[in-house]
DNA sequence: ATAGGTTTGTGTCTATAGAACACATTGGGT
DNA sequence: ACCCAATGTGTTCTATAGACACAAACCTAT
């Protein structure tokens, strides 16, 4: 059996012979969250695929031959967001034989926190939309599951790391933060409780200022150490 | 920009005017852990690579077109090893351009645990072998990166899941068990802690019988619930 | 200015888990 | 009969998670 088919070096070096073992093609997929009116969105893009009319899907692309997987999915990110200095995780790769109507592609999902009101965000094309997560309930090809590992693997990282910074300002409550936190989770946390939690992570730095146009006592702002940032992106590679 | 490149679409239904983007081989490599003599074991092949000659390389293959991913990493580990009612677990895929000096190889790694004495084990090549991970120091390709990281999962997996029940006779004391959990962790545990904690998890039921062939006290023997083993598997999936 | 509303800021209690640590018991070997 | 080596077991200390309540601060409306 194994003997009639090509090891990687034979299929590599005599590619002209074994072209079907290169009827694969890769692509990454980006989910792209975001965060705005309390609710944990993801950027989507209105599929132009006949059999998923109608539909949205994630924001993917080929991968090119000269091309690091990773570079791929912070091209994909640049060139529709305009951002490139952010933090982005590779989740799972999909490679079900038919994830794709039109042909074989296996593709590899990452995540990536961005700031819907970030000044250089620049959404590149009107197909573009923010969709609260919470009401997604079909895409295009496989990637409402991509999108739920995704987020899935967004829950877990959240209490180890403050990879959440991104969907922030700069200076933020930590009532702000708490809703984030629950957007996220799809919880309610106790006020009390998440507060000693985030103090115990010494993430944060308290300023001395407040909130403004609030209608009741005004919080404490706070920000992010840079520190905290700089560990948490070095832990992640 | 981005014009000058095809979406997933039509690169895929335009296979022949876009050729350069299936040029990207897609393959998977299996790190097989084992365990034999107090260490934790990976199987390794000889590469045949002159580039690599005299290094050991990580079992893999390429994926073929009408095969799944997974399916392509359950078909390396059968064609090895003969095994195949095994967990086996997707870890990261890597895609650095230069990761294959023959060409551009993209792979996706998974785990697995085998037990190196099933009667059912059938190592198909004597170019294969065990070898003990603490020893390894240079794998060809990115092969030691790939080990490095599939044992990082797996360190993370064995105190939540029973993964570790195929390293081990059906029947085993609690010190067999803690030897295995120290040579995967690479550290020694206190043996009264790591009683109760495994206790806690509910995994093990002791069986009426005790050791044989010991020079000391013979320990009672274990061995894992086949609920417990439902119960991981599914949670993989 | 005063009172009411809303949120901030804080601390205790309980339960559970992890780490450090010691001693009597059992069975085999000599 | 004694020694050896490993088994089997429990307490203390510390840290973390969850449940829970009350006074103080600021805004607003009267």
Redesign the pocket.
Known sequence: MRANHPNLKTAAVEKSSHLEYFNIAVSVDCVIFGYEDKQLKVLLIKSDLEEFSGLFSLLGDLVRPDEDLDAASYRVLKERTGLDDVFLQQVHTFGAVNRHPSGRVVSTAYYSLVNIHNHKLNIDCHDLHWHPVQTIKKLAFDHKQILDTCLNMLREQI?EHPVVHNLLPEKF????L?ELYEAILGTSL????F???IA?KSWLSELDE???D???????LHKFKTKALKISASKKN
Chains 1, 2 share one sequence.
């Open positions: 209490m409550s930590l009532r702000a708490q106790d006020r009390r409780n507060r000693k939690k115990l407040l909130e403004e609030v209608t009741h006592r005004p919080g404490k």
